[in-house]
DNA sequence: CAATCGTGGGT
DNA sequence: TACCCAAGATT
């Protein structure tokens, strides 16, 4: 869950997880789509499946135990070099380093490397000096030092110097550009993409589909629909994507409005509308792994990323029944 | 090696 | 507003 996620987003779904699947076994039994609903929101949603792949791993290969090596670690799904360090070192006090976005910036500031620090060759170099550091009797709690230093002072911008218990160590400091460290390539802007996504009704019930196990949203329920064009117009679009989705043939889509919604890479444009479903025909899905018609509230029970949430609202369903079920409001 | 994969918070 | 960043992994 800490994969590229900040840790006070974290602990509500923790503990929602953990209440949920207490032990490998449990999760490993689970359904996998009950484990995607306590995801829900949470984004990154392939570290769901793996995790749960993990699970079962360990409980038919490892007698249900987590591996005690940061190799053997690795070897599970989901579980890369800063993982396997993390477990190796914090839940088995073994001498492993590990690297994060905090680990960089800390050392990029402290050893004043002023070149790019994404480049294999920097990176390697800190993995190097971050398996220095942590031989001693307590080398989980050195990683976390790390960590912690590089989330609570050396914090990307406007850095506690002042606070630093290793400031005079550090080269950033005495060079003054702690806060232009590190240097990094800049990510390419999202690119526009629009979409178009319908609440289709039948006897008071709603038509939903579950994406494919890979790619965006892998495994997550949403309205039907498909992409679009940047220039084309939606609603006469709309029609001919339920057709070749869903295989429904539908009447007068009315927009309901528009949302946006902003990926790492995408900025989504997407547009929502009502229709009905001509009488007696059968859905004919093509590229969902699934569909269903249910009552509208109890969509929010179902796995779901956060454009479909925004979609929702827009339709009218509030999340009053998740708000009720859970500690925390979803968000 | 570059692209892909979510979402929320901070500046 | 626009951009950066987060206890990264996979393809």
């Known amino acids: 869950m800490l994969q590229q996620t900040r840790v006070e987003t974290v602990i509500p779904y923790w503990h929602r997880f953990l209440a949920s699947y207490p032990t490998v076994e449990s999760l490993a039994r689970a359904d996998l789509d009950d484990v995607y609903v306590l995801w829900t929101g949470l984004g990154y949603y392939s570290r769901a499946r793996n995790l749960k792949y993990a699970a079962e791993t360990v409980v038919a290969n490892h007698q249900g135990r987590l591996p005690d090596s940061a190799e053997k670690l690795r070897e ?45 060759d920097v990176i390697s170099r800190l993995w190097d000096i971050a398996g220095l550091l942590v031989r001693g009797t307590r080398p989980g709690d050195l990683n976390q030092a790390l960590m912690e230093l590089g989330a609570i002072l050396c914090s990307p911008r406007k850095p506690d110097c002042g606070a630093c218990p290793i400031q005079k160590h550090c080269d950033a400091y005495v060079q003054g550009d702690a806060e232009s460290l590190p240097i990094k390539k800049r990510k390419p802007k999202p690119k526009p993409m629009r979409a178009v996504a319908a609440w289709i009704e039948r006897d008071g019930k709603i038509l939903v589909v579950r994406r494919p196990e890979k790619g965006l949203m892998a495994g997550l329920w949403e309205f039907p629909g498909g992409e679009i064009g940047l220039k084309e117009e939606g609603k006469d679009r709309c029609a001919e994507i339920l057709q070749e989705v869903v295989g429904l043939g539908v009447r007068d889509p009315i927009s309901a409005g528009h949302i946006e919604h902003i990926f790492t890479h995408r900025r989504l444009d997407l547009e929502v509308f009502r229709c009905r479903a001509r009488p007696a025909q059968r859905v004919a899905r093509s590229g969902y792994t699934d569909h269903r018609w249910i009552a509208p509230n109890t969509f929010l029970e179902l796995a779901h990323a956060g454009s479909t949430r925004k979609a929702m609202r827009l339709l009218g369903l509030t999340d009053e029944i998740s708000a009720r079920n859970a500690k925390r409001k979803m968000p």
């Open 76 to 120: 599970l799904k989901g579980i890369g070099r800063y993982t396997a360090g993390a477990i190796a070192s914090i839940a088995f006090g073994l001498e492993e380093p590990l690297v994060d976005g905090n680990v960089i910036r800390v050392f990029a500031r402290v050893l004043g490397i002023r070149t790019d620090t994404t480049s294999k």
